[in-house]
């Protein structure tokens, strides 16, 4: 069975909404001027780069792509929460905390 045949463009704009209020959420704990930050800004980057690129294979309707491109995104996300470089006010339904 091939990925299109159980990948619905409904589930691809479940993560999609998913990620973005990810997005919003996650601010950088990082000191301004710390190599920390630099890392930060660039996890975010990443993320953002990533969600954009997704947004733009849903409209076009690579739905492989975008699902993967959105797994992407998030995986950014929830690297920069474990390792402490975003605070996400104690969201433990959107991202992996530590107890």
């Given at each position: 069975?091939?990925?299109?045949?159980?990948?619905?463009?409904e589930r691809v704009e479940k993560y999609i909404r998913i990620t973005s209020e990810a997005l919003s959420k996650v601010r950088v704990s990082a000191p301004e001027r710390?190599?920390?930050?630099?890392?930060?800004?660039?996890?975010?980057?990443?993320a953002r780069a990533y969600f954009d690129d997704a947004r733009d294979f849903a409209r076009k309707g690579d739905l492989v792509n975008a699902f993967a491109c959105i797994n992407y995104a998030h995986g950014w996300l929830d690297c920069g929460v474990r390792i402490g470089l975003f605070d996400v006010g104690g969201d433990d339904k959107l991202f992996p905390l530590y107890e």
């Open positions: 069975m091939c990925a299109e045949a159980v990948l619905s463009g710390s190599f920390n930050r630099r890392m930060a800004d660039d996890f975010l980057g990443m």
